[in-house]
């Protein structure tokens, strides 16, 4: 592991940017001009580019300074590759300020979460600051102990006592209010999330959503420059849905993010298809219910049966089919970045999947993304998927090969066929227009190719999937 660690280090250090300084272009914020994305202080377009960084894994069993090396072994790869975001969990115990007394908290822990934002400003890459994920007060039944706090057990009968009394509100306020006074005028922090999957607590949802809305009021009289925002579980039958509903309706929730995994236990059948499907699917079904803010597929990635482990196949995974299509599908979509994936240590880190990050920042590059006004639609052809953006000056698209997934890789052993003769046609959103320039990146080679100025692009040889970009003259 020290030598993979070193390895990861060392390649990163070839190619961070000279202009790596973290919070440059001041606070995210919703775009003003298309209230679908984001953007900076100072007017320019943010897109997040990055995955959950949430806790240390059995790193932490060793000592603090390996954690940090993995902290910073991450953040040095996303920004190597355009990475800009990344998500922490304060409330894991690594992490925990408020860890043995109610409303005492612990320096330690405190100089442990500024670290972690120091080198998140170093390397310029954002961060969501999520605040709790517990879903009981101790453990028994289907909770983990992974998802209790022990250190309020016995200051409320239960979580609805928790969420209804205003000892339990202020309790939680004033936790928050300690990281903020510290992290409130800094750039570095892209949101304060109220809770991880606030759906799965054991309380009555009404009682929650209530509690969501004062929090979200009263978090706001103090916080002026930074988003607060809000998430839910994995979006995977006819129960999240409903719960979704209730939870976004009405709500003062900056951004709509869903979470959804592969499952092959969930009642959707989606969950179960290829990455690129279901990652599809969730984003229409977000835009169903909250099609006004950026949308954002916020966790994804693929687990066992019901969430029972990490998946059977990530080992086997070592080009990253997983992570690329989840990656790379929300954004032509819709969704106002890629896909922000789970499990960053035995999956991402292991096989070292920031490459795919890479091409796709390339894809974006000088493109005013809230300024396009992009519609999403689909420009499938014979074996492909196409996803694609048409904008005032430029056309975004995605191909992936219908023909391949992780079923044909994984379970039949099937190598990804060689496509040497497709092409796609855009004319419907090139009427009018005069092309100036076509390019198509191969998306697994790291090669971008230049093609004629025609809406009908030929495609060069790949595998998997494949990126197109029209500019059109202004």
Known sequence: MKSLLLKHLAAACLFIPLCASGGDGGFVKVSQENPRYFELSDGSCYVPIGYNLCFPGAEARVSEDKCFEMVEAHMKNMA????????????????????????????????????????????????????????????????????????????????????????????????????????????????????????????????VKKWQEYMFARISEVCKKQLVVNSYGSFDSDWSKKSYKLFYADTANAIAAVHRYLDEGAQ??????????????????????????????????????????????????????????????????????????????DYIYTHGHWRHMKQFSELIKDIDIPAQNFKPFRADADGLRVYALCGKTSLLAFARDSKNDWRSEFERGQKPRNIDSAALDFSDCSKGREI????????????????????????????????VRIDFKQ
């Open 268 to 345: 959707y059948k989606e969950c179960q298809a290829p990455a690129d499907i279901g990652a599809a699917d969730a984003v229409a079904q977000m835009e169903s219910i909250l099609g006004d803010r950026p949308l954002l597929l916020a966790e994804t990635g693929a687990v066992q049966p019901n969430h029972t482990g990490k998946w059977r196949f990530y080992d086997s995974d070592g080009d990253g089919i997983i992570f690329h299509d989840f990656f790379y599908t929300p954004f032509f979509c819709g969704a106002a970045g890629p896909g922000e994936m789970w499990h960053w240590n």
């Open 80 to 207: 190597a590759n355009g990475g800009n975001y990344a998500r922490l969990w304060v409330s894991n115990a690594f992490y925990e300020i408020e860890d043995e007394k109610p409303g005492v908290y612990n320096p330690v822990k405190i100089a442990r979460i500024d670290r972690y934002v120091s080198l998140a400003r170093k390397y310029g890459i954002r961060i969501k600051i999520c605040l709790e994920h517990f879903r009981n007060l101790k453990g028994g039944g289907p909770v983990s102990p992974a998802f209790v706090r022990p250190v309020y057990d016995g200051e409320f009968k239960n979580m609805d006592d928790f969420f209804s009394s205003q000892k339990g509100r202020d309790l939680y306020f004033n936790r928050f209010k300690v990281l903020f006074d510290r992290y409130g005028d800094d750039p570095i922090v892209f949101a304060w999330e109220l809770w991880n999957e606030q759906n799965t607590v054991k309380a009555n949802p009404e009682t």
């Open 436 to 467: 100036a320039r076509v390019r198509v990146y191969d998306l697994w080679g790291g090669r971008i190719f230049e093609a004629e100025r025609s809406v009908k692009v030929k495609l060069p040889a790949f595998k998997r999937s494949c990126a």
